[in-house]
């Protein structure tokens, strides 16, 4: 909520002040508009502003209309994904990788057998179009998937023995998420605590916020204890 609010805010002021000042000014108004369209995306548009579609392809349109928010975002991903000195993925439980989006082939899992890409604000990465199943489920950053599209998604998910390779930008939240969600469900940890003990191990900065660790409870309840 607070980012999305400071997203339109910032996109207020910038076409705010293209009207004030006119002239060369305006050229604000398309980063102001883009930025504010994307923080209205996290106060409940939801992820489908950035026109993801499940095979992982773009929306041109929503890519020409959010530019000026995408040229941020992408350098700032590929600066964070270059410097900070983590692995680009790492096995978090048997047969559960959890990463960021591979930069290039070798920062992809060699024996992956299934992609799940919850990134909104990226294409498919070119690495990922080597495993031939590939699921994508758009969910912003720092958020969840939607109950039913994650419950559905551990149910396809359930019987593959594997390796699967969970990721989102950085490997920390919404793929850490999906990969908690899957590791009770098979039993491999007690709860969403577990999972997070576990999985820290593996890659310490893994972080779930709140609304993710409600979503792994959600998912990970039976059917009939569901109100």
Same mark, same amino acid.
């Given at each position: 909520m607070r980012f999305g609010l400071i997203q339109v805010a910032l996109g207020i002021a910038l076409i705010g002040v293209a009207a004030y000042v006119g002239d060369a000014a305006w050229a604000l108004v398309w980063p102001g508009w883009s930025v504010g369209i994307v923080g209205l995306a996290y106060?409940?548009?939801?992820p489908r502003v950035f026109g993801k579609r499940a095979d992982g392809g773009m929306?041109?349109?929503h890519v020409a209309l959010l530019l000026p928010y995408y040229v941020v975002a992408w350098s700032l991903w590929q600066l964070k994904s270059r410097l900070q000195g983590e692995n680009p993925h790492d096995e978090v439980a048997p047969g559960i990788i959890v990463g960021r989006r591979p930069l290039g082939e070798a920062e992809m899992p060699a024996a992956a057998s299934v992609v799940v890409d919850l990134t909104s604000e990226f294409p498919r990465s070119a690495p990922t179009r080597a495993v031939a199943r590939y699921e994508c489920v758009p969910t912003l950053d720092t958020d969840a998937p939607d109950v039913d599209a994650f419950r559905a998604l551990l149910d396809r998910l359930d019987g593959e023995e594997g390796p699967i390779f969970v990721?989102?930008?950085?490997? #920390?939240g919404r793929s850490a998420t999906v990969a908690a969600g899957l590791m009770v469900r098979r039993g491999v940890a007690t709860d969403v605590d577990d999972a997070i003990r576990r999985m820290?191990?593996?890659r310490p900065r893994? #972080?779930?916020?709140g609304v993710q660790r409600a979503a792994v409870g959600l998912v990970s309840m039976k059917q009939g204890e569901l109100t």
């Open positions: 106060l409940g548009i939801g929306s041109m349109l990721h989102c930008a950085m490997g #920390h820290t191990a593996a893994v #972080h779930l916020h």
